[in-house]
């Protein structure tokens, strides 16, 4: 058998799987989120399973390594440094995906990424921000289990 037609049957299948699964209704919910696509999805379920686990997006973003480390000493206070990147890489990488595609599509996500570009801000810096709010808006559209939705967020 041809390996690009396995792949596609692979790929198939495993949308059919998930589409099923117990967690169906989350994966259909979390792709109408902009940069989550089927794999994403699945990515973000297989990586987080039960989002009941975590009770603030705070530590959510800890999980996945998206919170800045702090240091401190006894002369400076509250300097925060690099990414923590205790969590997932796995799904550290696919929000950074995400977001990535997020913030070309989605005004909401786009005017974000616009303004910390214009503080200033480099563009992995940009798009890790990005990437926090992505998965702030994955939680709470796995937990409300509704559809996202552009007038809810871009308000906030």
């Known amino acids: 058998m041809d390996v690009g037609k396995a792949l596609e049957q692979a790929k198939k299948q495993l949308g059919k799987d998930l589409a099923v699964s117990a967690q169906g209704d989350v994966f259909r919910h979390l792709q109408t989120i902009p940069g989550v696509g089927p794999y994403i999805g699945a990515s973000l379920i297989g990586e987080i399973q039960d989002m009941k686990r975590f009770k603030t997006a705070k530590a959510l973003t800890a999980y996945a390594g998206l919170d800045p480390k702090i240091r401190q000493s006894g002369h400076a206070l509250n300097h ?55 998965l702030a808006v994955v939680r709470a559209v796995w937990l409300s289990k509704a559809d996202y939705d552009l007038k809810i967020w871009g308000e906030s």
């Open 80 to 134: 925060t440094g690099r990414l923590t990147k205790r969590g997932s890489s796995y799904l550290r990488r696919n929000l950074f995906i995400a977001a990535g595609v997020a913030r070309q599509f989605d005004p909401y996500f786009k005017a974000l990424y616009d303004k910390k570009r214009a503080e200033g801000k480099p563009y992995t810096v940009a798009v890790c921000i990005v990437a926090r709010k992505l």
